[in-house]
């Protein structure tokens, strides 16, 4: 039986730093990865908050850079679809579209994707224009004005970011009132350039090859109104990857693995890395971060269990 030290299921910025400590520890090492290096980052357009890359670097290419340095150190890739993964076995069972991979310890990094609106032209319009992450894409509206859709503590901190940043923020949501916490209420509703459309709710994007304005029907009265604005920051929520999971790791209510700061599931040898686990900040530093912690315990672990 072919088996790997170290299966790294995705290959986000979480995987591959969990890739390169595992090669340079003399692991043997794989990343399953079902599309590109990269993960969700790979459709950043422009990476500015991660330490060391060099202004206007892109996601993909900073991916592509993650790959090739675990890869120098002797990490394997696996351009594949995991379809289950049998996580109490000895060892560890992965199957794919591809084939069948043992592992003696499995790093989850499968990440997680923001959810849509669901409206036409949506996904065409990602990142020229349509954004799901303030923090990363916020500073290119600087002196501009935004719509951002969501009523819960991603939107109000996302508006309240974009609010120092834009000439003008629009908050659309569903509800008359924020669910956001309180902490957020005061500094949104003192914040002079913050527009609330209560009740309401974005229908259609405007503008041919960007965003110029996106449609707010009134859920009461049924009156839409055409909003001008140069992006439209959509902060509904997050949907962690765990479908292959969720029957055998534990998982929040959210959905997301439950998996300290140690990044260690229920399951000896199985850890959660990068967003895809409970966490308080979801950002490429705090990924890299959880694949070296990853890497250590899972030394941990592999040399106990050489012993049993």
Same mark, same amino acid.
């Given at each position: 039986m072919n088996v790997y030290d170290l299966i790294i299921v995705g290959g986000?910025?979480?995987?591959y730093t969990a890739a390169l400590y595992?090669?340079?520890a003399g692991l043997r090492t794989i990343v399953l990865?079902?599309?590109?290096?990269?993960?969700q980052m790979a459709q950043t357009t422009q990476v500015d908050?991660?330490?060391g890359v060099q202004p206007g670097a892109d996601g993909y290419s900073l991916?592509?850079?993650?790959r090739q340095e675990a890869e120098h150190f002797g990490a394997q890739t696996e351009l594949t679809e995991v379809l289950s993964v049998q996580l109490t076995e000895s060892p560890k069972r992965i199957e794919t579209s591809d084939g069948i991979f043992y592992g003696k310890s499995v790093v989850i990094a499968t990440g997680a994707g923001p959810r849509e609106l669901g409206i036409d032209r949506e996904w065409e319009l990602t990142g020229r224009g349509v954004h799901y992450c303030a923090s990363c894409d916020g500073m290119f509206y600087r002196g501009k004005t935004v719509v951002v859709v969501g009523g819960g503590n991603t939107a109000a901190a996302d508006a309240l970011l974009l609010s120092r940043?834009?000439? @003008?923020?629009y908050l659309v949501h569903r509800r008359d009132t924020l669910r956001a916490t309180k902490i957020y209420h005061q500094p949104l509703m003192e914040a002079d350039n913050v527009e609330f459309l209560w009740n309401s709710a974005v229908t259609e994007i405007l503008g041919e090859n960007g965003v110029q304005g996106v449609a707010v029907k009134n859920l009461q009265s049924g009156e839409v109104a055409e909003i001008p604005c140069d992006g439209l920051f959509v902060s509904i929520g997050r949907k962690p990857a765990t479908d292959l999971v969720k029957n055998q790791l534990n998982l929040d209510d959210a959905g997301y693995i439950v998996a300290d700061e140690t990044t260690q599931t229920n399951i000896p040898g199985v850890f959660a890395v990068g967003d895809v686990r409970? @966490?308080?900040?979801?950002?490429?530093v705090t990924a890299a971060a959880d694949g070296a912690v990853a890497v250590h315990f899972a030394e941990e672990f592999l040399a106990q269990s050489s012993k049993v």
């Open positions: 986000g910025p979480g995987g595992g090669a340079r990865e079902k599309l590109s290096p990269g993960g908050n991660y330490p991916g592509e850079t993650m940043v834009a000439k @003008k923020v409970t @966490k308080a900040v979801r950002q490429i």
